[in-house]
């Protein structure tokens, strides 16, 4: 790690940033040398001077190929590159004018390169060798005109240098690592954000489409009730009349039926009415049982069964009803998408543990391992027309509430979606439940219920 940051992204790309200064100052470097070879005379040796420049030419030119291709050369070694050009300094004083000749502050740019390069021990390694190599270069040769004063000098100047190019350059890696910390955490910021707010707008575009549904579903009931009301005055005004007992017997049948369709009409205005967003308790029997009376509705509950078996004894559920119903009713209206004709599906409920779970299961294809980790993402689906918002929002409502919604599957072998809810710890009183939405009551009640979906080939129990 560098400072924090992974060593593949901040500190190659600190590497290369820094390779470019120094790949320039290298090239900076020959270029004056061979200028101060070609207009200085008195040189020892002029022949290696170009020799070693040429030398150095060569290097520069193999740094400069690396840093093309995105590396650094001898990157594990910074120490021996220190040491060589302490050398190839050395070297050239020695053939130039000694101890004076100004190649001597190729120090100087060494130990610049090494501290925008590399770290500061690496900078001060560097800069020991160089004094070593500075030094010895005096012993050799003497310390000319300027004595020992005019080497210390440049010893005092080469630590200057060293320390303050150190300096700096920590201070970009460390401004450099926080500018790209809070970059990340920005970044990071604007994906919540943007994920909050797709969130948001699926929500919107599901409670939309329940609107709309609700709208609808007002609008048909309306046009339903008002013959259906004259139908039903016409049936008591003739069954009044005392008619034989085949007009009566047949009459009769009529008024059953009109009771059946009126009751159909009051739970489609019931269910679209706007939702209330209520916290009671609620109990878990009439929500499931209001999920089905709508389910069995439902064009493909045609030749399925649905059973239900949730006990009006368990413990209540403090939450918004209308939020329950919506959950239950889309985990049951995706099990029968999910089942073949004559499959079956099933809702359970129990109390454990201070919870309450709910289970609606189906013998239907299954789910993919492809698709369960997408299966509560937004927009995701797998049937032609649906709009992949179903069980998103089934998962926020339930998560909402305190709960937590899961499923089991086996491809082939039916799925099944476990709710589970925090219980009330006290059972109330009946008078403390808000009244259900449940139209008809008693054993004729359930009958005629029974009846309406054993007409479309399934059964309640």
């Not at 070879?37 to 690396?66: C, E, I, K, M, W």
């Not at 040769?141 to 005092?156: R, S």
């Not at 239950?328 to 359970?348: F, K, R």
Request: hydrophobic share 45%.
């Amino acid at each position: 790690m560098f400072l924090g940051l992974p060593v593949t992204t901040e500190r190659v790309r600190w590497d290369l940033a820094a390779e470019s200064i120094v790949v320039k100052l290298r090239w900076f470097g020959i270029l004056m040398g061979y200028v101060l070879v070609q207009t200085r005379g008195g040189l020892h040796n002029p022949s290696a001077v170009r020799a070693f420049l040429a030398l150095g030419a060569g290097y520069a030119a193999l740094d400069t190929a690396f840093y093309r291709m995105g590396e650094v050369i001898f990157k594990r070694s910074p120490l021996f590159v220190s040491l060589m050009e302490s050398v190839f300094i050395a070297l050239l004083c020695y053939h130039d004018t000694g101890i004076a000749s100004p190649f001597r502050w190729y120090y100087l740019l060494s130990l610049l390169c090494c501290a925008i390069r590399d770290r500061a021990p690496v900078a001060w390694w560097t800069f020991v060798f160089h004094v070593l190599s500075f030094a010895a270069l005096a012993s050799v040769l003497g310390y000319g005109q300027e004595g020992a004063a005019g080497w210390l000098l440049t010893v005092a100047i080469m630590a200057w240098a060293t320390w303050g190019a150190s300096a700096l350059a920590t201070l970009l890696r460390v401004t450099g690592a926080s500018l790209e910390r809070l970059n990340a955490e920005l970044e990071q910021r604007v994906a919540e954000r943007t994920d909050a707010l797709r969130l948001s707008q699926a929500r919107v575009i599901q409670q939309e489409k329940m609107a709309a549904f609700g709208l609808l579903a007002a609008g048909i009931a309306h046009e339903v009730g008002n013959p259906l009301a004259a139908l039903s005055s016409l049936v008591q005004m003739l069954q009044r009349r005392k008619p034989d007992s085949y007009t009566a017997e047949k009459l009769e049948l009529a008024s059953r039926q009109l009771q059946r369709i009126q009751r159909t009409v009051r739970e489609l205005v019931d269910y679209s009415r706007p939702a209330s967003s209520a916290v009671v308790r609620v109990r878990l029997s009439d929500v499931v049982e209001e999920a089905l009376g709508i389910a069995k509705y439902y064009q493909r509950t045609k030749s399925r069964v649905l059973r239900a078996e949730v006990d009006p004894l368990l413990p209540p559920i403090r939450g918004v009803r209308d939020h329950l119903s919506q959950v239950v009713l889309n985990l049951v209206l995706n099990a029968i998408d999910a089942t073949e004709p004559e499959g079956c599906v099933e809702v359970q409920a129990a109390y454990a543990d201070g919870g309450i779970t709910l289970s609606v299961q189906d013998n239907g294809r299954g789910i993919t391992l492809a698709d369960r980790c997408r299966l509560f993402q937004p927009f995701f689906t797998t049937k032609p027309h649906g709009t992949g918002l179903g069980l998103f929002v089934c998962r926020q409502i339930v998560e909402e509430m305190g709960g937590t919604l899961t499923f089991e599957s086996e491809p082939g072998a039916g799925s099944t979606f476990f709710v589970r809810l925090p219980a009330q710890a006290v059972l109330p009183s009946p008078l403390e439940y808000p009244p259900t939405r449940t139209q008809g009551s008693g054993k004729a009640g359930r009958e005629e219920e029974l009846a309406v979906v054993t007409d479309r080939g399934g059964a309640i129990s």
